[in-house]
């Protein structure tokens, strides 16, 4: 089986119907590149940077640390594009307990990810001059996570401003970045409109859009048998949130587990899902769903998974 499937490798992702697929990778360090590659990537559609300020005592990365895993994801990727997220850590990526400690606090709903980003300004701002000067080197999109407010938007758009032009005092070379959203906070999918007017691409964190839709901490046993991507609320929220982005042709894709899970691929591609990122073992498994899918009968097949009480049981269908 994996034998054949590694045969794929080289088959471009199109459909039954002629519908070219974008299948991306999940990394969490330039480390991870060489798989991507090896697995027929087209590029990274989500670099967790988190992984450079996990695990570490007493200092961040600094500019030049965070530039240079940057650089080698990018060079990595030999001229694919890299999506780097920033920072998402807090809930179930904590810094070590000598940089933060929030376990007093529920730190789902806490101070992580882009609000964390948003509380440090001169942190952020690090972060973003490492991301624009590695955007000198090749095709670099920026993407935000756990964003909800148009004001947070608004800064977050102004402090990428602000890093480009401090890169330009100092005279050091920095290259052009599309922006995007994570939409995985059920009030950023029900506002995709703001989304849209702000941001060049959006991309769907289904691991926490379930989460929060839910209210099941995604790291919680007890609850774990609650924790359903079939549930109609969450469907309904990535289901509209890839029509809209299409409406307006707007690049979207899905980052979370479910663009990496087979049995999701059919329902994805039904509700007008181009673009999928996943960890890059998944990436040939969910390439043969692709090649044997016809797009335009899994439209019809969605619409009718969409409006059932128990979406699961049309899922074999
Ligand atoms: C997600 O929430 O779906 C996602 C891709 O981000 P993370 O799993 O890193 O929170
Ligand atoms: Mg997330």
């Excluded at 972060?127 to 004001?151: C, K, N």
């Amino acid at each position: 089986e994996r034998e054949r499937l590694a045969r794929l490798r080289h088959t471009p992702a199109v459909t039954l119907d002629g519908q070219k697929i974008e299948l991306l990778a999940n990394i969490e360090g330039p480390d991870d590149a060489p798989a991507a590659l090896k697995a027929g990537a087209a590029g990274v559609g989500l670099f967790r940077s988190e992984f450079l300020f996990m695990g570490r005592q007493g200092r961040l990365p600094d500019e030049d640390e965070q530039y240079d895993a940057y650089c080698r994801a990018v060079a990595g990727m030999q001229g694919l594009p890299v999506t780097i997220r920033t920072v998402d850590v807090g809930a179930d990526k904590p810094l070590d307990r000598s940089l933060r400690d929030d376990a007093h606090l529920n730190p789902a709903l806490g101070l992580r990810a882009i609000r964390w980003s948003l509380a440090d300004p001169a942190m952020f701002r690090t972060q973003l001059r490492a991301i624009l000067r590695a955007a000198a080197h090749g095709p670099v999109h920026l993407l935000v996570p756990m964003l909800a407010h148009g004001g947070e938007i608004r800064q977050t758009l102004a402090l990428i401003d602000q890093a480009r032009g401090e890169l330009d005092a100092r005279g050091v070379a920095h290259g052009p970045v599309q922006v995007g959203a994570m939409i995985e906070i059920p009030a950023a999918a029900l506002a995709v409109g703001m989304f849209l007017r702000y941001f060049d691409f959006l991309s769907i964190g289904t691991n926490d859009l379930i989460q929060y839709t839910l209210a099941i901490d995604r790291a919680d046993e007890s609850v774990a048998h609650l924790y359903d991507p079939l549930h109609p609320a969450v469907l309904r929220l990535v289901a509209d949130t890839i029509a809209a982005c299409n409406a307006q042709g707007k690049p979207v894709s899905v980052c979370g587990e479910m663009a990496g899970d087979t049995a999701m691929t059919r329902l994805l591609l039904g509700l007008g899902l181009r673009s999928f990122s996943m960890h890059p073992s998944q990436i040939l498994a969910v390439k043969q769903e692709v090649l044997r899918a016809d797009t335009q009968r899994l439209a019809t097949w969605a619409q009718a998974v969409l409006q059932a009480e128990d979406p699961a049981a049309l899922m074999a269908q």
